[in-house]
């Protein structure tokens, strides 16, 4: 499974973006997907999980009532909309997949990643 995202760049705080997350696999509908960080000089970490049905979202609490994770099962997409951006949002996003035998499961820790995309900086400045 490859994966690669877009739609990163420079926003205002308050702003809003929406990354994509795009699949190359021919089962996407059989992976959980999940949203991580890495800001300069820090930790990778989690951001927002989705069964692999999509039902099923979870979001770390910096982001919860911001953020939102969606996917088009259709189109081999995973989505991240972010809302009221922050400062201390900017970062490369990176998406990941892993195989899940549960459709409303989410795996909100990276190690149980399998595939991730190279990631897509998001900077949020005035």
């Known amino acids: 499974e490859q994966l690669v995202e877009s739609g990163g760049g420079l926003v205002q705080p308050g702003g809003s973006l929406r990354l994509s997350c795009q699949a190359s696999g021919r089962a996407f509908g059989d992976y959980a997907m999940g949203w991580f960080r890495q800001a300069p000089g820090k930790e990778r970490e989690y951001v927002a999980a989705?069964?692999?049905?999509?039902?099923?979202?979870n979001y770390a609490d910096s982001v919860k009532g911001r953020f939102s994770i969606s996917r088009d099962n259709a189109q081999s997409t995973a989505f991240l909309q972010m809302d009221s951006l922050k400062p201390e949002d900017t970062a490369v996003y990176l998406c990941a997949a892993r195989s899940s035998a549960y459709s409303g499961t989410y795996f909100p820790d990276q190690n149980d990643y399998d595939y991730w995309g190279q990631g897509t900086q998001v900077t949020v400045s005035s």
């Open positions: 989705l069964s692999r049905s999509g039902g099923v979202a």
